[in-house]
């Protein structure tokens, strides 16, 4: 009995420490890494149509807006990847990272400074040519490898949640199992008390009563035998 409770509170200790880890990594790493991962590539893309619209400006002053615009978009990029960085659990996770880095830097170098004479001198077959050419398919493999950033942690997320499921599972199974052990347990300590002490109690209190009635027939109730000391009271009474 006391095995029992004592394993089954090892399990559940055991139990709500794996749970609390889990837990943990969806709160802190998963769902935080998908987080800056999509929005990472939501920045990125708003950072290209910023170019395109800096391909159709005219004015000094449009030039100037979407070159702030697209300064200010960089900046956050370059804080989300780093937020990123922390949430790495993996050399899987940060051969991703890395490759991603890798290809935005690949897009930033194909767009840069021929990129902007071009555009702010309205040449925007070539501009254009630059956006749709080599800064296109970096951007696409960026795009790609975004992508499985996100499904790699959504993978994470999963697997976190299948496991703290299956632990739970694992403990409420536990639990009810030694709830039943010790329900038939304290059963059959029940039955065992009420045959080997209540009902042989109870026959010597009848034939104690029989007797004090004068009925020297009272005796025959007493039908309990052990090896005990209520048996030897017993006999003693027959």
């Known amino acids: 009995y006391t095995i029992g409770l004592i394993a089954s509170a090892i399990i559940a200790i055991v139990g709500a420490f794996v749970l609390n880890n889990q ?33 159709i400006s005219s004015t000094e002053e449009q030039f100037s807006t979407y070159e702030k ?13 780093e937020e990123y960085v922390a949430t790495i659990t993996s050399e899987e996770d ?10 935005w830097e690949e897009y930033k170098a194909a767009t840069g400074e021929e990129f902007y004479l071009l555009s702010r001198n309205m040449q925007l077959d070539g501009a ?25 942690n959504v993978e994470g ?13 694992v403990v409420l199974i536990s639990v009810i199992a030694t709830a039943v052990f010790c329900i038939l347990l304290g059963l059959n300590i029940s039955k065992i008390v009420t045959n080997n002490i209540v009902d042989p109690t109870m026959q010597l209190v009848e034939a104690a009563a029989g007797l004090r009635r004068g009925d020297l ?20 009474t027959k």
């Open 23 to 55: 837990t943990s990594k969806i709160a802190h790493e998963w769902v935080p890494a998908i987080e800056l991962a999509e929005e990472m590539n939501y920045l990125t893309s708003e950072y290209r149509l910023k170019q395109f619209g800096h391909v």
């Open 69 to 81: 615009e697209l300064d200010e978009i960089s900046a956050r990029i370059d804080e989300v990847a």
């Open 128 to 152: 254009n040519a630059i956006l749709l050419g080599k800064a296109r398919t970096a951007f696409e493999d960026f795009q790609v490898i975004y992508d499985q950033l996100v499904a790699f």
């Open 217 to 236: 027939k009272a005796s025959s109730v007493l039908t309990y035998e052990a090896d005990d000391e209520i048996a030897d009271l017993v006999r003693n």
């Open 157 to 169: 997320t999963e697997s976190s949640a299948t496991m703290a499921q299956v632990v739970f599972a």
């Open 94 to 103: 940060r051969k991703l990272y890395d490759e991603s880095i890798r290809l």
